[in-house]
């Protein structure tokens, strides 16, 4: 049996709809997002619809060659003068998955040398795993859309052929 989790659009859209209302209902209101790439950038830009502001893209990534992780994630891709455009900001992080938490930290850790005001973190998929690292501690706000064990996820902009991968997803749904 396929033990996939297959994720479509919709899913997402209505994913980060729900998480941004989190976010407006909290006290937190972010002066920036911060979107890591690639399985971030769709996320982000939905959010935008909901938390209107600068989306700035970082690309970072931790597997080289054969997909091995390296010793620490490198930057592929990382924001231009970041001092005078994060410095006393409130940034919104978003990423697609919280899988083993390095990438995400590693970033954390960057983003937190800039000294913005605060940091909350969005995710639509936190796996419920041992993670591979930590969260600064300055990161007190996190919000994820589901919890989801430890399986790999589909996501739509990974499909192939779309009407296939919305076919998958409904029968996964059906069998549920
Ligand atoms: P984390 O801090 O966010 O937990 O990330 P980690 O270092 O564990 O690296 C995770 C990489 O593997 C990311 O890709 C993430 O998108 C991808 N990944 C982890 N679990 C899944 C899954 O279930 N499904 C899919 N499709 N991807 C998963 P990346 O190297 O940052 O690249 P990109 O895919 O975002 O471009
Ligand atoms: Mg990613």
Redesign the pocket.
Known sequence: MDTKIYVTYNDIHKAVKRLACKVIESDFDPDVIVAI???GFIPARILKTFINRPIYAVG????GIDNIPMDS?QKIQWIDEVQQKLAGKKILLI???????????YCLEELLSHDPEEIAVLVIHNKQKAKGARFPEAITRYFAAFDVEDR????PW?APDIEEHDECARQHYLKK
């Not at 990423?95 to 930290?105: F, G, N, P």
């Open positions: 790439g690639s399985g970072i990534s931790y597997y994630p990423d697609e998955v919280d899988d083993t938490r390095v990438t995400l930290s790999w996820i589909r996501y990974d």
